[in-house]
């Protein structure tokens, strides 16, 4: 009987998780139907305006997933120079010690940082900064956001490729040793290609977690409803746009929000599918 109602929970859990899963999709849809038949699907997605005078409405989403797609691709790259020598550093040469712990430990402290946080941090520091270096008059736009994104991003990346590189099988790598191969070798030749795939899918679910922020992105990339043209510009993204705009929407306007978090949502998915892909088949 025990082991029964035990399965019954887990059905109940499962069922739960689905059932709330297509809540969401239906929520988005049907609250973002009105906008893409106003507008039709690939006009919403390809028109950059943003229009919200009454009678003259007009709303595209393309300025925003520019905004949101620059910021998440260079946040990944700025990340990888950082991210990929802390997974080394504690998921092979120094794994299993207590400095590897205590390492694994900052990292993940600063992963459960709130994001808000991130952006005072980049508003106070990281934005004089830019302005003193003289690579953007006010120190807002797509560079700044950017790298708060990376540095947000480090601890998510670092430690699960820490995770796949330390279950590389010590066989493998003992049948190097024996053969005459360094330590550098053995990473390069054993640890990282046998751990690629994972490491890969790594950075994708990372590149998933860039495009969804929201505050520390909206606080710094100075939400101007434009295509960037450059790093020095300002600009937004799907995220922040909602969040400035959602408390005061209302009609059409607040169904092409719900469209363009219908989008985020899908090219989310779209992103965690391929690293899910990835993992699998190589």
Partial sequence: MKDKIFKGTLFLSATFILLLASGIIYALVSQSMGAFQ???????????DWN?????????????????????????????PFSFPVALFTGEYF????????VGAVVGLLAGIPSIVYGLWGFYTLRPLIVSLQLSEQ????????LVLAIMIIPYASSLSSEFISMVPNDLKEAAYSLGATRMEVVGAVSIPVAGSGILASYILALG????ETMAVTMLIGNTNSIPSGLSDTGNTMASIIANQFGEAHGLKLESLFAIGLLLFL????????????????
């Fill in 52 to 80: 919200p005078r009454e009678g003259q409405e007009k709303y595209g989403a393309l300025s925003f997933i520019v905004g949101t797609l620059s910021t998440s691709i260079l946040a990944l790259l700025f990340c990888l």
């Fill in 139 to 146: 120190g807002f736009g797509i560079l700044t956001a950017s």
């Fill in 95 to 102: 794994k299993g010690t207590k400095l590897a712990s205590f």
């Fill in 209 to 212: 977690r860039a495009l969804g």
């Fill in 267 to 282: 090219i989310t998915a779209l992103i965690n599918f391929v690293a899910n892909l990835v993992k699998k088949t190589f």
């Fill in 38 to 48: 106003h507008f039709g699907f690939f006009e919403f997605i390809s028109s950059s």
